[in-house]
């Protein structure tokens, strides 16, 4: 089941409706992006409100449901026998609430419910990681990853592991290193069920805003000079890393196959992309949810403690609040320009929460 969209499906407005006049124009001076906002909301419609959808959704929930009551069916169905039973009154829905609500304010925008999970996203968060002797950051531009790469550098120090750092060509510097842990901005391709990578995820928009940002604002940066010139439409529209960075990065290597079908067939990339976190990930964190991943980092990786100091590291120099608001027309052109990432996000939530979910699970009864 897919949850809809603000700029995908519908035009947002605010809750005392104060910019309804400043959406309405934008409709009016966009038509073409109205109809492709109208046309994902049919085919939402098509998809999400059909029986299958319906069937699949309630399926989801009474298998959570189930997971939470404590009882033993034997013998016919008509002479059941139930012991144990946890009554209703005493049922805590194991979703996304609650668990947010066990480790902090963490709150991920626009998320569906936890209970939509698919099967595979079920069965990926409880898979065992034993035996791993090669744990690999992929670190992925403006999405928290020089402050987490800082902590898991610390926490290999302290645990001597040994490190290989690729920076940005750690496909190259890394890719067949036998360091214990390995961390850079560049896909590697995994060797095997002894390697797995980590990474973070970003809301799209403010990841391509606090980069285009901290573009501007960083004289060290190559770009830097360029940026200045530019508006952040022109910068989406132009630089690479503005669009659908995060699905180009981890569709495969860059110079594979994978990565050049990607930058020609979005539906192909936003798939494999996914495809890669399910196959080769073992954790997917969410930067707006930074401590819950951390502990969710620290369950899976055996030398990472989860009670390590946080020193943010390459952070934009405007803090969120001194960053301008973004007029309609520049969101609807980051949207425009990272579609996949909007769709691989939102698949990371669901794999953040699955992974959640079990971290609350077992805390519960342990």
């Known amino acids: 089941m897919f949850s809809l969209q603000p700029w995908v499906h519908y035009i947002p407005v605010d809750y005392f409706l104060s910019n309804v006049k400043a959406a309405y124009d934008w409709a009016q001076a966009h038509p073409k992006e109205v109809d492709g906002l109208i046309r994902n909301a049919q085919e939402y419609a098509r998809v999400a409100l059909s029986r299958d959808a319906m069937l699949e959704l309630i399926g989801s929930q009474l298998r959570l449901y189930g997971s939470a009551q404590r009882y033993m069916v034997s013998g016919s169905l008509r002479q059941a026998r139930i012991d144990g039973f946890l009554p209703l009154s005493e049922f805590k829905l194991r979703g996304a609430e609650s668990e947010i609500k066990a480790y902090g304010a963490c709150s991920v925008k626009h998320a569906g419910h936890w209970g939509s999970a698919s099967d595979d996203v079920l069965s990926w968060s409880r898979r065992a990681h034993e035996n791993v002797a090669q744990w690999r950051f992929f670190h992925l531009p403006k999405a928290a990853g020089s402050s987490l790469a800082n902590i898991l550098v610390s926490e290999a120090t302290r645990g001597n592991i040994t490190i290989c750092d690729g920076k940005g060509t750690a496909d ?146 405007k803090t969120a609040t001194e960053i301008p608001a973004l007029a309609y027309g520049d969101k609807a052109a980051i949207i425009k320009h990272n579609l996949c990432d909007i769709q691989l996000y939102y698949y990371g939530v669901e794999l953040f929460r699955s992974s959640l979910y079990e971290l609350n699970r077992e805390n519960n009864t342990s």
């Open 172 to 317: 190259v510097t890394c890719g067949h290193s036998n360091a214990g842990f390995v961390h850079g901005h560049a896909f590697m391709a995994a060797t095997g069920p002894q390697t797995q990578f980590v990474t973070f995820l970003r809301e799209p928009i403010s990841r391509v805003q606090s980069l285009y940002h901290y573009m501007r604002t960083n004289k060290a940066h190559p770009w830097h000079v360029r940026v200045q010139e530019m508006s952040i439409v022109e910068f989406v529209e132009s630089h690479p890393e503005g669009t659908n960075e995060m699905a180009r990065m981890l569709c495969g290597p860059r110079n594979g196959p994978d990565a050049q079908r990607c930058s020609q067939d979005q539906a192909y990339c936003v798939a494999k992309a996914k495809e890669h976190l399910l196959a080769d990930f073992a954790v997917v964190g969410i930067q707006e949810c930074f401590a819950e991943s951390l502990a969710i980092l620290s369950k899976t990786i055996p030398w990472v403690n989860r009670a390590a100091p946080v020193v943010r590291k390459n952070v934009t120099p």
